[in-house]
């Protein structure tokens, strides 16, 4: 069983800037992808970032540029670093973790807000 807690989620101002973490404990094992999905009301949840344990990253088209995810292995986290922030990026934000390999799994995070109001 994994579990996995988001932090870092707040309101803040068009073109400001939030650091969003997420902490992974539990049995982890083996190569694996951490990542950001959101979703706002009325739409389907998306892909923001992820990022592989060897460092390999994909990022959604709407965030290249201004968002950045790192990890920490030693520590089982995965960071979002998002700058200039717009009002489109406000929703609800999720962590991930999967494995790779032949058997798939999958945890999923509670979620943290990130509202973006002037």
């Known amino acids: 069983q994994v579990q996995l807690v988001e932090s870092g989620g707040g309101l803040v101002q068009p073109g400001g800037s939030l650091r969003l973490s997420c902490a992974a404990s539990?049995?982890?094992?083996?190569?694996?992808?951490m990542g950001w999905y959101r979703q706002a009301p009325g739409k389907e949840r998306e892909l923001v970032a992820t990022?592989?344990?060897?460092?390999?990253?994909n990022y959604a088209d709407s965030v290249k540029g201004r968002f950045t995810i790192s990890r920490d292995n030693a520590k089982n986290t995965v960071y979002l670093q998002m700058n200039s922030l717009k009002p489109e990026d406000a929703a609800d934000y999720y962590c991930n973790i999967r494995g790779i390999g032949f058997y798939p799994w999958s945890y999923w995070g509670q979620g943290t807000q990130v509202a973006v109001s002037s």
């Open positions: 539990g049995s982890i094992f083996g190569m694996n992808t």
């Open positions: 990022i592989s344990s060897g460092g390999a990253t």
